[in-house]
Every structure is written in structure tokens, then in C-alpha cells.
């Protein structure tokens, strides 16, 4: 049992730890963003950059959020019944919808993003939202980083739900 723990405890550092990393995402997004309201309002001289590097760098902070998040417990949920429930309730509750919703939902998209962010890569894709026309095979390759990392936060949650439904309390 011991290295079970060692294991979750390890999908717990990583996960953690790219949350921490991630918000570091932040400073060159305020960069961005002070840049881009001082250059149109003080100079009238708007960026043809700033909301692609918006849109990337916020998307990017987003997703990478993603198993931080579910570490730290601090996803949205129902609290009216959910907080009214046992442990051993919530993690019946969690393990089910992990097994009937979350698992297949992610074991669907993953090949599909995969092959989306290889299509991307291929073609060097650049994006047409803007005259910058950047390059943007880079940041979808965030996506599905960021995914992976989530569903390994999920099989460790999963795990010690499994744990607290036979022992019946949390663990």
C-alpha cells in the first residue's frame, strides 16, 4: 500500500506544481493586457498582437488550472446535497460519476485532441483572427498536456474514493 501512496502523492506534486508554475502565466499576461490599453487610450496606437497573446496566455493559464484545482478540492460543485453527505456518500457519488461521465468523456476527446494538435502541427497552423497571424500549433499543444494531467489527478482521486467507500471515511 505504500507505494500506492507514494504514487498519488507524486500525481499530487505534479499536478500541484504545474498550477503553481502556471500562474506564473500571469505576468506576461497583465504585461499584455497594460500594454495594449496604455498603447490604444494614452498613444490612440492599438496592437494587432495583444488580444492573440491575450487569448493564449489566458487559455493556457486556464487549462493548466485544470488538475491544481481538482487537487485542491476547489472544483465547482452542487454543496446543497453534497455537503450534506457522508464521506463515504461523496465518494460514491464522485467515483460513479468519474466512472459513468468523466473517464468516458475524456477517453473520447483525448485521441480527437491528439490528432487535432498533430493536424495543427503539420500544417503549421497560424491563426486568421487577427493581421498577426501568429502561430498557434504551440499553444494547443497546452490542451492536451493539460488534459493528461487532469485524468492522472482523476485516476488519484478516483483511487482514494475507492479507498474511502471500503473503509468508509476519508483517507
Known amino acids: 500500500m505504500a507505494i500506492v501512496e507514494r504514487i498519488l502523492n507524486g500525481i499530487d506534486f505534479i499536478c500541484i506544481w504545474t498550477g503553481k508554475l502556471a500562474a506564473f502565466i500571469v505576468i506576461p499576461l497583465m504585461l499584455a493586457v497594460v500594454y495594449e490599453v496604455v498603447s490604444r487610450y494614452a498613444f490612440n496606437a492599438p496592437t494587432i498582437w495583444s488580444f492573440e497573446i491575450q ?55 483525448m485521441p480527437k485532441m491528439i490528432e487535432w494538435v498533430q493536424h495543427s502541427w503539420v500544417i503549421h ?7 498577426w497571424r501568429n502561430i498557434i500549433y504551440p499553444f494547443k499543444t497546452v490542451a492536451p498536456i493539460a488534459i493528461f494531467l487532469l485524468l492522472l489527478g482523476l485516476v488519484a482521486t478516483f483511487i482514494r474514493d475507492v479507498r474511502t467507500i471500503v473503509r468508509g471515511k476519508r483517507c
Not at 125 to 131: D, K, L, M, V
Open 125 to 131: 497552423e497560424r491563426s486568421s483572427i487577427s493581421a
Open 55 to 109: 487569448r493564449m496566455l489566458g487559455g493556457s493559464l486556464f487549462v493548466l488550472g485544470f488538475s491544481w484545482v481538482l487537487v485542491q478540492k476547489a472544483h465547482v460543485r452542487v454543496d446543497l446535497l453534497y455537503q450534506r453527505m457522508s464521506p463515504r456518500g461523496q465518494a460514491i457519488l464522485d467515483a460513479t460519476l468519474y466512472l459513468l461521465l468523466v473517464f468516458p468523456m475524456w477517453i473520447w476527446v
